[in-house]
Antibody, heavy 120, light 106 residues
Framework: EVRLVESGGGLAQPGGSLRLSCAASGFSFNSYEMHWVRQAPGKGLEWVSYISTSDTVIYYADSVRGRFTISRDNAKNSLYLHMESLRVEDSAVYYC?????????????WGQGTLVTVSS | SFELTQPPSVSVSPGQTASITCSGDKLEHKFASWYQQRPGQSPVLVIYQDTKRPSRIPERFSGSNSANTATLTISGTQSLDEAAYYCLAWDSNTAVFGGGTKLTVL
C-alpha cells in the first residue's frame, strides 16, 4: 500500500525543539520530491518546506526559515522536519506530502498528519 | 507577496452544480491544483494542472483557469462532496494555498 505516516508530534514549550518524521512505503521514495504542510487548529493549509530527491535543493516558507530544517534519508525511506525556537503560532497538524512526478508542483499523496502543540 | 483568494463558503443543493473560485495575480500563467479535505481527514488531490483529474476522482469534478481566476466545478453535487476545498499555486519557489472554501450541500 502506498502511504506516508508521520510521527514525532507532541507538546513542546515556546523556544523548544521537536523533530518530526515521515515514513514512506509502497513507492520509490528516492524518486519523489517531498514537502511539509501544516494546518493550525480550525485554519487553512500552509506550505512549510520542500526538499528535492537528493536533498540538493531545499526551500522554506518565510514563517519558518532559519528555525526549521527539512531533511531526508532515502535509505530509510524517511523525511524529517527538525523544528527549533518553536513559537505558539507553530501549533498545527503537520502533514508530509509527496509531489507527483508527472503532476509537477502538485501534492498527490498526503500522510495522516501529526499534531504539534507549542504551549507553556 | 502572492496571495490566493477564495470565498469562505459556498452552498449548493444536491444534484446541482457548485463552483468554487480562486483568484490571484496572473494566476492564469501558473498551474492551479485543488484539494478536498473532509472534517478530520487529510487533504486529497482532486484537480491538478488546472484541468486534469486523478484517475480515482469522479468525473463530476472539473477545473479551469483563466483571467486571474481558477475555478473548481462540481457537477451533480452529492452530500459526500461536502468538505473544505483549497486551491494551490506556486509563486517562484513558494507554494501558496488559498484560504479554503467550505462547501455545504443542503
Amino acid at each position: 500500500e502506498v502511504r506516508l505516516v508521520e510521527s514525532g508530534g507532541g507538546l513542546a514549550q515556546p523556544g523548544g525543539s521537536l523533530r518530526l518524521s515521515c515514513a514512506a512505503s509502497g513507492f520509490s521514495f528516492n524518486s519523489y520530491e517531498m514537502h511539509w504542510v501544516r494546518q493550525a487548529p480550525g485554519k487553512g493549509l500552509e506550505w512549510v518546506s520542500y526538499i528535492s530527491t537528493s536533498d540538493t535543493v531545499i526551500y522554506y516558507a518565510d514563517s519558518v526559515r532559519g528555525r526549521f530544517t527539512i531533511s531526508r534519508d532515502n535509505a530509510k525511506n524517511s523525511l524529517y522536519l527538525h523544528m527549533e525556537s518553536l513559537r505558539v503560532e507553530d501549533s498545527a497538524v503537520y502533514y508530509c506530502a509527496r509531489e507527483g512526478t508527472e503532476m509537477v508542483r502538485t501534492f498527490d499523496l498526503w500522510g495522516q498528519g501529526t499534531l504539534v502543540t507549542v504551549s507553556s | 507577496s502572492f496571495e490566493l483568494t477564495q470565498p469562505p463558503s459556498v452552498s449548493v443543493s444536491p444534484g446541482q452544480t457548485a463552483s468554487i473560485t480562486c483568484s490571484g495575480d496572473k494566476l492564469e500563467h501558473k498551474f492551479a491544483s485543488w484539494y478536498q479535505q473532509r472534517p478530520g481527514q487529510s487533504p486529497v488531490l482532486v484537480i491538478y494542472q488546472d484541468t486534469k483529474r486523478p484517475s480515482r476522482i469522479p468525473e463530476r469534478f472539473s477545473g479551469s483557469n483563466s483571467a486571474n481566476t481558477a475555478t473548481l466545478t462540481i457537477s451533480g453535487t452529492q452530500s459526500l462532496d461536502e468538505a473544505a476545498y483549497y486551491c494551490l499555486a506556486w509563486d517562484s519557489n513558494t507554494a501558496v494555498f488559498g484560504g479554503g472554501t467550505k462547501l455545504t450541500v443542503l
